[in-house]
């Protein structure tokens, strides 16, 4: 559901969506390069249906974001690195871990929706995914 509301124009779209959603998954589980070949299908899937496929549309974006905000609800990596260094408590930084996460990733959803509203790139209108729509100036 939360996908759903972040890219409705292709929340119907069972391959883009199980694509984030893989990506979305693995990065929660703090698997960062296995959510990296699942992102760059759903830009792939994207970038086919932009008008000029050298330009990142705006679900692109989104998608880069999620990706590299990397909400986290168990960071591997930041974990092992604290237990190779001899911590007593690798998974002490939890709690930090959610809180800056979520803010970065708020922050960066609710810039790239402001910029997708505001940029004039995206009042061209095209047809497929990359569409802009539900935009009020």
Not at 20 to 36: E, P
Not at 53 to 76: F, G, K
Request: charged share 15%; proline share 7%; glycine share 6%.
């Amino acid at each position: 559901p939360v996908l759903s509301a972040l890219f409705p124009q292709v929340s119907k779209d069972r391959g883009v969506m199980d694509s984030i959603s893989a990506n979305v998954s693995a990065n929660l589980l703090g698997l960062g390069a296995a959510a990296a070949p699942a992102g760059i299908r759903a830009v792939q899937e994207f970038q086919k249906s932009a008008p000029d496929r050298q330009t990142a549309c705006d679900e692109s974006i989104l998608v880069i974001l999620l990706n590299t905000a990397s909400l986290q609800l168990i960071p591997t990596t930041a974990a092992m690195l604290r237990l190779q260094a001899g911590s007593a408590e690798p998974m002490a930084i939890l709690p930090a871990v959610w809180v800056s996460t979520a803010l970065s990733l708020t922050a960066g959803i609710i810039a790239a929706k402001a910029m997708a509203c505001l940029s004039p790139l995206s009042a061209r209108p095209h047809p497929g995914t990359c569409a802009r729509r539900g935009c009020r100036r």
